[in-house]
């Protein structure tokens, strides 16, 4: 079975960190590329970061950037969004999917071109 599978969300205090993992099972994650989207309630799913697992070229909106390292380990089929200095309008159900034929760039990310989605992990950013 092709899915992907997210882990490492929760809550945090403004100002702390999270790492997200996403891990592919079923099939091999050795091309295209993975990105990170989320949705909070009553908003358009945005992208978030990409990475392309061939060469890890990556992609950073303009909210998050500075403040999340998006990486991949490809021998364990895992990609990682490391959330530093979370802020009150981070808040959202954070997803990974993946595409084989999709390349990661700089020219930003379109959620309709990814073709495996997980199944979402809720981030909340509370004091």
């Known amino acids: 079975q092709v899915q992907l599978v997210e882990s490492g969300g929760g809550l945090v205090q403004p100002g702390g960190s999270l790492r997200l993992s996403c891990v592919a099972s079923g099939f091999a994650l050795d091309h295209g590329s993975v990105g990170w989207f989320r949705q909070a309630p009553g908003k358009e799913r945005e992208g978030v970061s990409c990475i392309s697992i061939s060469d890890g070229n990556t992609y950073y909106s303009d909210s998050v950037k500075g403040r999340f390292t998006i990486s991949r380990d490809n021998s364990r089929k895992m990609v990682y969004l490391q959330m530093n200095n979370l802020k009150p309008e981070d808040p959202a159900v954070y997803y990974c999917?993946?595409?084989?034929?999709?390349?990661?760039?700089?020219?930003?990310?379109?959620?309709?071109?990814?073709?495996?989605w997980g199944q979402g992990i809720q981030v909340t950013v509370s004091s």
């Open positions: 999917a993946s595409d084989m034929d999709y390349y990661c760039s700089e020219s930003g990310l379109s959620a309709g071109e990814f073709r495996t």
